[in-house]
């Protein structure tokens, strides 16, 4: 089993910047890639950004494309999820994934339990 806990999240204004760290433990040897999905009120899970553990290739939804940036610290077990230019539609829950497999957008295993962004206008 692999035990996901996010931090980071908090109230920002439209434009401003937040930082999301994902602290990863137990068999952390077993991941192969981590990625962030986020959910609104209202609004089925999407994905946000997912990193491949070894390489370190990086992919994004196409609305955060240029104003989010995934990254992976492998000693430290961490994935963070710097957010700039935020907008009121950013707003949401994000969680932090991690999975077995070389997956993107979906085929996670373990899931954090979420931390709330909220982007005010």
């Known amino acids: 089993q692999v035990q996901l806990v996010e931090s980071g999240g908090g109230l920002v204004q439209a434009g401003g910047s937040l930082r999301l760290s994902c602290a990863a433990s137990?068999?952390?040897?077993?991941?192969?890639?981590m990625g962030w999905f986020r959910q609104a009120p209202g609004k089925e899970r999407e994905f946000v950004a997912a990193i491949s553990w070894s390489g370190g290739r990086t992919y994004y939804t196409d609305s955060v494309k240029g104003r989010f940036t995934i990254s992976r610290d492998i000693p430290k077990n961490t994935v963070d999820l710097q957010m700039n230019s935020l907008k009121p539609e950013d707003t949401a829950v994000y969680y932090c994934?991690?999975?077995?497999?070389?997956?993107?957008?979906?085929?996670?295993?373990?899931w954090g339990q979420g931390t709330q962004v909220t982007v005010s206008s």
């Open positions: 994934a991690a999975s077995r497999g070389v997956v993107l957008t979906n085929g996670y295993d373990y």
């Open positions: 137990g068999r952390t040897f077993s991941i192969r890639a």
